[in-house]
């Protein structure tokens, strides 16, 4: 049976990095669409965009495409969007996917789920350039793509593109816990991502938050939308079926 996706990219990306997941989910007989959040448009306004604005972006493409039973996946900092979506639009939506994903309480930010030394790094870089924030290369190659050659982690790194910074910061509005939805939730995790430190980790500590859900995990790194993105498809679908 044929099943909708909509997968929601993380900070730094847009809908085409993750493409080359996407083919091989339609590959599978599914529908995907890769939208992108706003605030990671070419032309949109890093220093303006915040997280409401992010979640607005989401729910505004689901009904614009008139989309229903949708799993709706997100990855890394896409786990705050498919949360607020989920929280606005529950009645379009299936089942949640959240790919090492944060999964917010309400009244939380993204900032208030990473270490400190994250959060001092961001403020840096933020201020020093109008509210938007980048990786160094060296956190990139290391913590998020460690499953990949140095050429493809420097090619990967190339498409990044700087990230509006209030997204890290505002604090998500939730009119009820993720785990009281009456959707069927899914954590997908991905056992050598360390963009997390093992001490502070995905899961258990954030998928948790969903109540009851699915587990499914697969070997490889934060950054599978480049370093195997065929096998992270193929761990999308298992964790987005009935």
């Not at 900070?11 to 992108?36: F, K, N, Q, S």
């Not at 360390?194 to 934060?222: D, K, N, Q, T, Y």
């Not at 599978?224 to 009935?242: C, T």
Request: charged residues 20%; glycine residues 6%.
């Amino acid at each position: 049976m044929s099943d909708t996706y909509v997968l929601v990219h993380g900070a730094w990306h847009t809908g085409a990095e993750i493409e080359a997941v996407a083919d091989h989910v339609r590959a599978a007989g599914h529908t995907v669409y890769c939208p992108t959040v706003a605030g990671n448009n070419p032309d949109d306004d890093r220093s303006r965009t915040g997280l409401e604005e992010a979640i607005a972006s989401i729910v505004r493409y689901i009904e614009e495409k008139n989309l229903t039973q949708v799993r709706l996946a997100g990855h890394s900092y896409g786990g705050m969007v498919i949360s607020g979506v989920a929280d606005r639009i529950a009645h379009r939506l299936k089942r949640l996917v959240y790919i090492n994903a944060f999964v917010p309480l309400d009244g939380e930010s993204l900032n208030d789920m990473v270490p400190p030394h994250y959060v001092t790094m961001f403020d840096a870089v933020a201020a020093a350039n109008g509210n938007a924030v980048t990786l160094p290369f060296e956190i990139w190659r290391d913590a998020f793509i460690n499953d990949a050659d140095f050429a493809t982690a420097e090619a990967a790194y190339a498409k990044l593109n700087p990230h509006p910074y209030s997204t890290f910061t505002d604090k998500i509005s939730l009119k009820q816990p993720l785990a009281a939805l009456a959707l069927g939730k899914s954590y997908l995790n991905c056992q050598q991502d360390i963009a997390m430190p093992h001490g502070m980790p995905w899961h258990p500590r954030l998928s948790e938050r969903l109540g009851l859900f699915r587990l499914v995990e697969c070997p490889g790194s934060h950054e599978m939308f480049f370093s195997n993105p065929q096998r992270l498809a193929q761990a999308i679908v298992e964790a987005g079926r009935d």
